[in-house]
């Protein structure tokens, strides 16, 4: 036996592009699939979302300016980030949700696959849903999609890491900022991914990762008339899913609602283009004949 | 000017005898206080009457080589009804702009009821002849000024000249006629927490009607501790003497959170009698913003966002 003393880690939360503990300076015992304490984590108050959201958009602006491409590359620096640590996901994954080291190892490629997956879209979803339209008068018609702004992000409980970079990548991969709730029961992988975020390329703020209970932080964050949009994907209570709605119609967020998904199946563009506002431009096109006039 | 310190004000000898015999100031216990008393955590009712209290102590100010009319009269309709969705909301106490804006800013305010501030004396660095310093006072006043805020000659302080400063005080309080002075100590140069203690006085004994810690131009500004050693310096001043003076902080106060630590420092150390924007006032230009925001969230329930408040 060592006689070395193991270091334990103090994880934090990631907001603004610093570690900080909760405000609260509270913590709560995160444990495993079998109930073994594995660490504290910290408990974040009304105050650390709140602190979350400035950060978020104090970023946005200069995220949503950066080029489509660079932004890419950013997420792709991610992704490789993500690989050099994976042992490190891998372990927490397969504490976090149960599964054996290679079943974990499975998950976490699909992560990072998944997160390059997104990182390829940056500069290609323009072409996708926004373009040139076909309007009837001597006018160019053109649509382009436009980051939301601040979105919510409620991870999502059972997919630990997985469901959690499925639903931050497509955020941010548009030009949004995000205020991230890790799971509740399962918080590790994604304090442990803000980590690899602050040594990506990734401005601050632009990824905001709280942990804590869901239904403490969430309500505040979904009256809170800064926020753009909500992703409810972790909301598991149907009446707490009701209740974020309602507050969060009244900035006329952007919401989307909790629903079944297979995390480990094709995620399709549908998260990407729920975080988009089409912005349409019209402009004379100069030549009248153009339209088929007649004068 | 009190008769009492009419010996005090003889000479330049007697006055730095005096100054030099007040009693010294413990750093290491002011800043302690300072920072006791900022602990505390204000919450609902008493949070919603501080907010509110908050704002009525504004004097907004923009002292910018940029400034235009335009802005000043933003300015001007801000401070008169700074929540245009909320008409409960108090108007602030002043405008505060530089001299050749006052007759700008005047008219922006209208009869609202809001004062124009206005900052001459060679603001920021006060570095001109006595003459040219007056002179910029009378134009202001001339223009409709209802405050002037003035800044201290510092290098005439430092260099131990306090005869120089008790003068150019005593010339331009004369100058204002019946304009509100406040003095502009410029805590941040002044080095020392006794030179500060040593400032209040002679602006209180040469007739100011409020002191002040800064211009907003330099590093350190208002802080805690400086403000609470001005606020004992008025308290002292009126058990001696009878007559009240105001005190403002300047510069730096940009959260609900700072202003609501200046108001418990206030109540606890010159009393309630100060809680009022005759006798105390803040220089700020963002923390209008936060303050309502915060009126907002108090008012909502909702967090807000700077889309809901105007940009200054």
Known sequence: MSDRLSVFKTYKLYVGGKFPRSESGRVYEVSDSKNKWLANAPLSSRKDARDAVVAARKAQGGWAGRTAYLRGQILYRVAEMLEGRKDQFVREVAEAEGLSKSKAAVVVDAAIDRWVWYAGWTDKVAQIVGGGNPVAGPFFNLSSPEPTGVVTVVAPQKSSFLGLVSVIAPVIATGNTAVVIASEDSPLPALSLGEVLATSDLPGGVVNILSGRTAEIAPSLAAHQDVNAIDLAGVEDDVLAKELEVAAADNLKRVVRPQPVDWSADPGTHRLTAFLETKTVWHPTGSLGASGSAY | ?312
């Not at chain 2, 940029?66 to 106490?93: I, M, S």
């Not at chain 2, 005439?156 to 005869?163: K, R």
């Not at chain 2, 120089?164 to 309080?173: G, H």
């Not at chain 2, 108001?263 to 936060?290: C, K, Q």
Request: neutral net charge; proline residues 4%; contains cysteine.
């Open chain 2, 1 to 312: 000017m009190p008769t009492a310190f009419a010996d005090v004000t003889a000479s330049d000898s007697t006055l730095r005898r005096f100054l030099h015999g007040l009693p010294g100031v413990d750093a290491v216990g002011l800043e302690a206080r300072a920072a006791s008393l900022g602990t505390r955590s204000i919450k609902t009712t008493a949070k919603a009457y501080a907010i509110d209290l908050a704002i009525s102590m504004i004097d907004l100010t923009t002292l910018e080589g940029a400034d235009t009319p335009g802005k000043v009269r933003a300015l001007g309709a801000k401070a008169a009804n700074p929540d245009p969705t909320d008409r409960e909301t108090p108007r602030t106490a002043a405008v505060c702009v530089y001299p050749d804006m006052v007759a700008t800013a005047k008219e922006a305010v209208g009869n609202s009821g809001v004062k124009v501030a206005s900052v001459a004396t060679a603001f920021p660095a006060g570095r001109a002849a006595i003459e040219v310093k007056l002179g910029d006072v009378r134009e202001a006043v001339a223009a409709g000024a209802d405050e002037i805020d003035m800044v201290i000659d510092r290098g005439a302080f430092l260099s131990g000249d306090y005869m120089t400063v008790f003068e150019q005080i005593r010339a331009v309080k004369e100058a204002c006629g019946t304009a509100r002075l406040k003095v502009i100590f410029e805590t941040g140069e002044l080095s020392t927490y006794d030179n500060i203690k040593r400032a209040s006085w002679i602006g209180m004994i040469a007739g100011a009607d409020f002191i002040k810690t800064s211009t907003g131009k330099v590093g350190v500004n208002a802080t805690p501790a400086n403000t609470l050693l001005m606020l004992e310096a008025v308290r002292d001043f009126r058990a001696q003497t009878g007559v009240q003076i105001g005190v403002k902080p300047a510069g730096g106060i940009r959260s609900t959170k700072d202003a609501v630590k200046f108001l418990v420092l206030v109540n606890e150390t010159a009393g309630p009698d100060w809680l009022d924007n005759h006798w105390f006032r803040f220089g700020a230009s963002s923390l209008l913003n936060d303050l309502l925001m915060q009126r907002q969230k108090l008012a909502t329930g909702r967090y807000s966002g700077p889309d809901y408040v105007t940009v200054d």
